[in-house]
């Protein structure tokens, strides 16, 4: 299986630019060790998967897509990466992404554009467009990515996958290479919702080395993808979100993809859930308050890479002070939207302006959890288990096409934040095609109901 995949890497990859990191020997010597293991077969053993070069791997070069983590070999692993290599998986290589993960459709990236093997002059989404490629492309089964905003489901939706953003907390961070650390989450990519669940099973849990990891069990994933693949919905109460995709908002959105989402909507009723319209009214101000609490965390995140203990060095040639080097560092080492977003979130956080923009965010994010509550929880006129919406407003768009208007970028992720924000747990699962690409379905549960979410992308996968 690994050299099957190793086959099609070489055959395929130079085109679909999937992956900035292969190491074939390596790989087919993991095989060979699980084989003699005597459990391929059981679970995920000897099933290859594929990395978001944002996950650190020991003595395995990893760059979060960045030139300024170019030539840096970690000196551990993340936990995810150790818990997939405990489970008897195969690691092919690191996949491409958008730098420190800022981005929606891999085009940040500093080393090569990643094509969408549907189309391949269209983009693969972001930031986990490498991973949404590699298992798209079938040069992956099963691949991870990390979410802060919607970067593994809005690639998923792009390429016809299934992608899911567990629970905050509920998976570690422990050497993923922070970018907003209130909000990152690793999750599965995968084609389909079993394949996603049996990943998810593997990497989630407690960990003692993450400080914001949940002691509580994983979710019933697994068990809840093959019960919802006999499709019975009966007495589910699903909620259509207004503000994203339903009567409330229709700006912004494609046709199709609107078309999709309402035949999805049926499919669910058609299982047995009760559907009914519920209004989020803080969602729509979920980009904003996004757009200054992930560069905020960004600006402080990125304080690290200063070219003393991790990757390139720039201008280190005896005639330079300190603060000249990591200067010149800086400047070489980061690409244009990670200085944006830098200067953006130092400007929030700065004396005299924090109240007015990084205190508003947060209270926004305090109405959009609330929204979440009320929604979940009902009051008088009784709650849903999930909110449903599209998961982009559209589908993939051509290479090039949003490069140079950082709005447009951004407003990819507008149906993907709210659950960002609220820490819930949100699954992309595929619902058609529009003019030949792939809509996805997002549904959202609240905190610790992963299950949920699965059992709904099974029934109408
Ligand atoms: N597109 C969003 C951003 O650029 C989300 C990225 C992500 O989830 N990592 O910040």
Redesign the pocket.
């Known amino acids: 299986v690994t050299r099957a995949h190793l086959d099609r890497i070489a055959a395929e990859d130079g085109a679909l630019g999937a992956y900035l990191h292969v190491d074939g020997d390596a790989a087919l010597a993991r095989a060979a060790e699980v084989d003699a293991s005597g459990t391929a077969g059981t679970g995920l053993a000897g099933i290859p998967v594929a990395l978001k070069d944002v996950f650190v791997t020991e003595g395995v070069p990893t760059t979060s897509g960045s030139r300024i983590l170019e030539g840096w070999r970690p000196p551990y692993s993340a936990t995810v990466a150790t818990r997939l290599r405990d489970a008897g998986t195969v690691m092919l290589g690191k996949t491409n992404m ?1 730098e420190f ?4 459709s891999t085009e940040n990236s500093a080393y090569t554009a990643t094509r969408n093997p549907w189309d391949r002059d269209r983009i693969p989404g ?3 467009g490498g991973s949404s490629t590699a298992v798209a492309g079938h040069l992956a089964p099963l691949a991870l990515g ?7 489901r ?1 690639p998923a939706a792009l390429t016809g996958l299934v992608g899911h953003k567990p629970t905050y907390g509920s998976v570690s961070r422990y050497g993923l290479i922070a ?1 907003s650390s209130s ?2 989450q690793a999750g599965p990519m995968a084609r389909t919702v079993l394949d996603a669940a049996l990943l998810h099973e593997a990497i989630g849990g407690h960990d003692p080395r993450d400080s914001t990891s949940i002691d509580a069990p994983v979710p019933a994933v697994v068990e809840a993808a093959r019960r919802g693949a006999g499709g019975d919905l009966a007495g589910l109460r699903v909620g259509v979100v207004r503000e994203l995709g339903g009567e409330g908002a229709r700006e912004g959105y494609e046709q199709g993809v609107l078309d999709r989402f309402a035949g999805a909507v049926a499919l669910l009723e058609a299982a047995g859930a009760e559907v009914r319209e519920v209004s989020c009214p803080s969602f729509g101000l979920a980009l904003p308050a ?2 200054l609490i ?1 560069p905020s965390e960004a600006s402080s995140n990125l304080a690290r890479f200063e070219g003393m203990r991790f990757g390139i060095r720039v201008g280190d040639d005896g005639g330079r002070d300190v603060d000249e080097v990591m200067a010149l560092t800086r400047e070489q080492g980061f690409g244009p939207e990670v200085k944006r977003r830098i200067i953006l979130g130092t400007y929030a956080l700065s004396a005299g302006y924090y109240d007015a923009y990084y205190g508003q965010a947060q209270k926004v994010r305090t109405l959009i959890g609330r929204d979440f509550s009320t929604a979940f929880d009902g009051g008088a006129s009784g709650g849903v288990d999930v909110l449903v919406s599209p998961t982009s407003p559209t589908v993939a768009w051509p290479i090039g096409a949003r490069v140079h208007d950082p709005l447009a ?2 407003a ?2 507008l149906c ?1 934040l709210p659950a ?1 924000l609220a820490g819930v747990p949100a699954i992309s699962v595929p619902c058609g095609l529009s003019e030949g690409l792939p809509v996805g379905l997002q549904v959202m549960a609240p905190a610790l109901a992963d299950d949920r979410c699965y059992r709904v992308a099974a029934a109408v996968e």
């Open positions: 958008d993960a800022m981005g929606s972001g930031s986990s990390t979410d802060t905003g919607g970067s593994i809005q970018f909000l990152d996004y757009y992930a970028m951004y990819a992720d993907t960002s």
